[in-house]
T-cell receptor, first 111, second 116 residues
């Protein structure tokens, strides 16, 4: 099976812009979770989607949003980018309570 | 919400020695505890996990122990090798009776260096 894929792998934006990141889970996985990884805060949970519904949400401002499509692919959007949003954004997919498989991440740099 | 503390933040050992990383969690309802290894520039990869109905689990040179009463769990790596050098993260999750452990709360990570 193909692993979790994320696009784009690298992104450079300026403050105030918005960005959309994409995640394709492993075939058959219906749960997709998103995490933000920074040197200072480590790995922090953003949200989880299951069957197109947001099931869990972390402590991030409303500028961070996401969605999941009927094929389980997921997108996350960050509006009005701030310098502090620079991070590695990881998505992970899982199948009914088993291991979460991570994608390679999208490295977002906000200038 | 859940809070996971991980210690030490850095760990340096000689090849062949054992390494132990400890984590404590705050939410007594947490019932799934995975450990991830992340090499530089790569994605986190699960190396071992344990559920709350089990006290210990082993996989070759890696073992995890769980003490639910004290709310802590530990990763043990024996006979360390240079390729074990990486950042290790513990995590905790509560599926609240559901079918997914999709919300992981991670510890801050431990940088393990194994010297040849």
């Amino acid at each position: 099976k193909a692993g979790v894929t994320q696009t784009p792998r690298y992104l450079i934006k300026t403050r105030g812009q918005q960005v959309t990141l994409s995640c394709s889970p492993i075939s058959g996985h219906r749960s997709v979770s998103w995490y933000q990884q920074t040197p200072g805060q480590g790995l922090q949970f953003l949200f989880e989607y299951f069957s197109e519904t947001q099931r869990n949400k972390g402590n991030f401002p409303g500028r961070f949003s996401g969605r999941q499509f009927s094929n389980s692919r997921s997108e996350m959007n960050v509006s009005t980018l701030e310098l502090g949003d620079s991070a590695l954004y990881l998505c992970a997919s899982s199948h009914f309570g088993n291991e979460q498989f991570f994608g390679p991440g999208t490295r977002l740099t906000v200038l | 919400g859940e809070n996971v503390e991980q210690h030490p933040s850095t760990l340096s050992v000689q090849e062949g020695d054992s390494a132990v990383i400890k984590c404590t969690y705050s939410d007594s309802a947490s019932n799934y505890f995975p450990w991830y290894k992340q090499e530089l520039g790569k994605r986190p990869q699960l190396i071992i996990d344990i559920r709350s109905n089990v006290g210990e689990k082993k996989d070759q040179r890696i073992a995890v122990t769980l003490n639910k009463t004290a709310k802590h769990f530990s990763l043990h790596i024996t006979e360390t090798q240079p390729e074990d050098s990486a950042v290790y993260f513990c995590a905790a999750s509560n599926d609240a009776g559901g079918t997914s452990y999709g919300k992981l709360t991670f510890g801050q990570g431990t940088i393990l260096t194994v010297h040849p």
